[in-house]
């Protein structure tokens, strides 16, 4: 069988001749996606693609990042977790983890952004507002 040109997409490709994580049938290699890792893995994921604007608008790329970005932030938790029962980890590995986050938050363009709150004048005015309608 000859290999498909890559530049021609998906759709070219027959679905039985894709794998099926790529048909989207399965997300992990063992287990069966139901554990409490997974899910918050996965809402990690829906949270983080729409802080950039949604899933649709990403490319696949940006997508696997995405991917990566909640796996090294599940892992961070555990860790967290361990250290909040008094429990010895690895800072070594947490420091990497945390930087490896880091670097791929940077890449996707997730950033702190300044909220701009009001001034309590203008809070009380808006409410005095909000009362007389």
């Known amino acids: 069988m000859e290999t498909p040109d890559i530049r ?6 027959p679905p039985h001749c894709r794998s099926i994580k790529t048909n989207g049938r399965r997300l992990f290699v063992d287990g069966d996606g139901r554990g409490p890792w997974a899910r918050r893995w996965r809402d990690l994921q829906v949270l983080y693609a729409d802080d950039l604007g949604g899933a649709s608008t990403l490319s696949q790329f940006q997508m696997d990042l995405v991917a ?3 796996s090294l932030r599940c892992e961070l938790e555990k860790l967290e977790g361990k250290l909040s029962l008094g ?15 880091r670097r791929i938050c940077e890449a996707l ?5 300044k909220r701009v709150l009001p001034s309590v004048e203008d809070y009380v005015a808006s ?7």
């Open 8 to 13: 021609t997409g998906l759709g070219a490709i």
């Open 68 to 70: 990566t970005c909640a």
């Open 87 to 101: 429990e010895d980890i690895n800072l070594d590995v947490f420091g990497r983890l945390a930087g490896h986050y």
């Open 109 to 113: 363009g997730i950033e702190r952004r």
């Open 127 to 133: 409410l005095t507002d909000e009362a007389a309608t």
